[in-house]
């Protein structure tokens, strides 16, 4: 039997995948979380999104952000309790050099792609085993399975919540709440918008978002 989500947490969903998916899974009776930190961007998907008939709560949240995440995670499972979340936000920032002249950018790099995913399934994880039902999904990469010569810390942030999404599978089983570990190759995005290397397989975000519905499902 494929499960069926009525209150859906998404990060990153004012563009890319985290935004198809939020238009995919928007409909009347699901309640959608969306995050974003870009304003316009946000709000435009949440108005499609309600026009749609889901019950929309669009937070300006930094997912690096762990007080604020929470507050607004915890916040929207009172109201509604949540039964699928998508730890979707990343950002892909080195230059050429991996940044080696500013590692500024590597601890940003790490602080949203896997500080962000952290601040986004401690919240709500507890709740889900108090509940004994759910599902967690983090959005890895298939730059997280080999050293790269480009985005080093954007490969390495991935590797890590990849690895860190896999282990946590096996605890959270025995509790009812099933673990999914996404991992694109190239989508159209943002992020891929400037990349300069070639980008194989390169995918529209609307084709990404039903292969992960059908494997979340």
């Known amino acids: ?52 008939g889901a019950t929309v709560d669009a937070g300006l949240i930094d997912v690096a952000d762990r007080a604020a995440s929470a507050a607004w995670l915890t916040r929207f499972d009172d109201a509604h309790p949540v039964d699928l979340v998508i730890a979707n936000a990343g950002i892909s920032i080195d230059k050429d050099n991996s940044s ?13 792609n896997v500080g962000g995913v952290l601040n986004t399934v401690e919240p709500l994880v507890g709740r889900l085993m108090a509940r004994g039902r759910g599902q967690i999904a983090i959005v890895s990469s298939l730059a997280g399975f080999i050293g790269l010569p480009y985005s080093a810390s954007y490969n390495a942030s991935k590797a890590c919540v990849r690895v860190w999404g896999e282990s946590i599978r096996y605890v959270l089983k025995t509790r009812g709440i099933g673990v ?32 992960i519905r059908r494997g979340l499902a």
């Not at 009776?29 to 108005?47: I, K, M, N, T």
């Not at 080696?100 to 949203?112: A, G, P, R």
């Not at 159209?188 to 609307?206: C, G, K, N, Q, Y």
């Open 1 to 52: 039997m494929k499960k069926r989500f009525a209150s859906i947490v998404i990060t990153g969903a004012s563009s890319g995948i985290g935004e198809a998916l939020a238009l995919d899974y928007a409909a009347p009776g699901v309640a959608l979380a969306l995050s974003g930190r870009d304003a316009a961007r946000l709000e435009a998907v949440a108005a499609a999104c309600s026009a749609k």
């Open 100 to 112: 080696l002249d500013d590692f500024s950018i590597v601890h940003k790099t790490i602080d949203v």
């Open 180 to 211: 999914s570990v996404i991992c694109p190759g190239f989508v159209v995005s943002r992020i891929t918008a400037d990349a300069p290397f070639p980008m194989p397989f390169l995918m529209t975000s609307a084709r990404a978002s039903r292969i």
